[in-house]
């Protein structure tokens, strides 16, 4: 099915009601939430009944809406298109926050055809943002319009990625490589969840967000939502392998080239 039979600019909307009915629950679960009931998939890397049982009103939601849509999602609901459509979510993107009490995590929903992102919506419910944007057809916050700006340099921005853990095999190599990139940036921070950092880069509210080791539901929303606001979204390598190569750069254009050639230096670490 072509993307212009898919009436994208009329779905996005509807996405963004379904962010709205599933935030409820997860907001309502936010205010209550208990940490006896945290699981881990693996070492710093949590999950709980929220993101699971959002996970799956969202596929129950959203195949309704697009039935010949295939899944690929964080926990493992529905069964992914080889070729075609594929919803792309990540229910809960920030779960430690969640779990933590931080009102800093979202639902990021995107809608891909052939390994292409047509539509993404990143759900910051503790703030009532919606981001979303459809393949050229631009980028918005809830009804304002996000475009950015390109001349700013890397010396006045401030970027944000994640911090390396414990286990990482090349700890004190990134840890000298964060001491050796932050005179040459305004601030750094570190925000933890990808696809609402992601969104920020579009608003402007953060110049540049990198990140290695990410999944495609981390990133395929916000993306596009970056990449229809005007800025440049790409792999380590200025390539663009990021939403299922693990590893992504967004940032205003001036500052992508900045920063794109300080993570060229570092690349065999940066894994």
């Not at 009915?21 to 890397?45: C, L, M, P, S, W």
């Not at 430690?96 to 979202?106: E, H, K, R, S, W």
Request: with cysteine; hydrophobic share 40%; aromatic share 10%.
């Amino acid at each position: 099915m072509p993307v212009m039979d898919l009436n994208i600019e009329k779905l996005c909307p509807q996405v963004v009601e379904i962010c709205q009915e599933v935030g409820q629950f997860i907001t309502t679960e936010f205010k209550q939430f208990d940490k006896r009931k945290i699981e881990y998939k693996h070492a710093n890397d949590p999950v709980s009944y929220v993101d699971k049982t959002a996970e799956e009103k969202y596929v129950n939601s959203l195949g309704r809406l697009v039935p010949e849509a295939g899944f690929i999602c964080e926990e493992g609901h529905g069964i992914r298109n080889e070729s075609g459509l594929n919803w792309i979510i990540d229910p809960l993107d920030g779960t430690t926050n969640f779990v933590q009490g931080i009102p800093f995590f979202c639902s990021s929903i995107a809608l891909t055809q052939n390994n292409e992102v047509v539509l993404g919506v990143v759900a910051d419910f503790m703030h009532q943002n919606y981001y979303f944007a459809t393949k050229n057809g631009g980028a918005f916050c809830n009804k304002k319009r996000l475009l950015l700006p390109a001349e700013k340099i890397s010396g006045k921005a401030v970027i944000a990625t994640s911090l390396p853990d414990t286990f990482h095999p090349h700890l004190s190599e990134l840890l000298d490589f964060i001491a050796e990139i932050l005179p040459k940036v305004h601030g750094w921070r570190r925000l933890g969840a990808a696809a609402l950092e992601l969104a920020m880069v579009a608003e402007g509210k953060l110049d540049a967000f990198f990140e290695s080791g990410l999944k495609p539901w981390d990133v395929a929303a916000g993306s596009l939502i970056v990449q229809e606001a005007g800025g440049t979204v790409t792999d380590y390598n200025g390539k663009d392998e990021f939403i299922f190569g693990k590893r992504v750069l967004a940032a205003s254009k001036n500052v992508h080239v900045d920063i794109s050639k300080l993570l060229a230096e570092k690349l065999s670490i940066l894994s």
